[in-house]
């Protein structure tokens, strides 16, 4: 039987709940499918960093490599643990390391879920840049603590990183509607956007099927809210990418569904796939997280990983769930139930 190893990174907060409840799912679609997921727990968090100084082992790059994805539940704990800490001993690394440069999330409302606006045919998909941009760590602080203290962030944008990501815009956008939207601020930023925006025009000759249009990030706010319908793939540096994609979130019914990949387009090292809402200490340990995010974040890693069949089960199995009325309301419902719910559905679907 072909078995997939998945490195399993529950985390912070809720993150163990979520990743409970998706990996009883994805087994479950696995072994309706012929296949089989082999899952390894690595306890690296805010709270193996209170007790070791590390979000993770030195060697913890290395010792993930040898698995074929990655399956994240949350990170940040910051009333013990400062999120710069966290993200950048953790999520960054990760990312850089495996090259993981596009992050996907899907932005669409599943059935009966109601979000709060009345869009007809929203149907998102955000390619963000994942790898450097605004998140490149570069920059520094000096005379810290005194009145003439300085702090300077240098957004990185290289021709390769963006190139890279603007093609595989374009391509996502070839195999869905033909519609590219690219995210930039080059009337105001004008070396790094001007710089995007110049990349986007020459890739488009190569792209002739493809329609692009270049909006600055604050009018394509207000499209996403105002027109989301018009939209199809929108291609965006780090910093927009991740702001848009909350939006995007909130359109579609909250964070509770936001699901996500990093993405190692070239395969040569692991791809992670994790959901968008975080730790949310607020409710950890009440059993109330919705774990449709995670599941989703699950499907979308069975699909890398050449399991469609199991996916579209998964998926199926969400829309179903959801169209009952299950888990479409923040603690309506508990995580087992939302749980158990999405397994009976699972076991339903043929294929």
Known sequence: MKTHRIALIPGDGIGTDVIDA???????AAGLSGFALEGTTFPWSCAFYKETGRMMPADGIEILRGFDAILLGAVGWPAEVPDSVSLHGLLLPIRKAFVQYANIRPHRL?????????AEGFDILCIRENTEGEYSGAGGRVH?????????ETAIFTRAG???????????ARARRG???????SNAQKHSMVFWDEITALLAADYPDV??????????AARMVMAPESLDVIVASNLFGDILTDLGAAIQGGLGFAASANINPDRSAPSMFEPVHGSAPDIAGKGIANPMATIWSGAMMLEHLGESQAAARVM?????TTARGIGIR???????????????EVNSKKG
Do not use: C, M
């Not at 923040?330 to 009976?344: C, V, Y």
């Open 110 to 118: 599943l059935p009966g879920v109601e979000g709060p606006l009345k």
């Open 162 to 172: 963006v190139e890279r990501i603007l093609r595989f815009g374009f391509e996502q």
């Open 144 to 152: 810290q603590g005194t009145a003439n203290e300085v702090a300077v």
């Open 316 to 320: 199926q199995a969400l829309s179903a």
């Open 22 to 28: 998706a990996w009883s799912v994805l087994q479950r």
């Open 179 to 185: 519609k590219l939207a690219s995210v930039t601020k």
């Open 211 to 220: 329609t692009v249009t270049s909006y600055h990030v604050d009018a394509l």
């Open 330 to 344: 923040p603690g309506k419902d508990s995580t087992e139930a939302i749980t158990a719910a999405i397994l009976g």
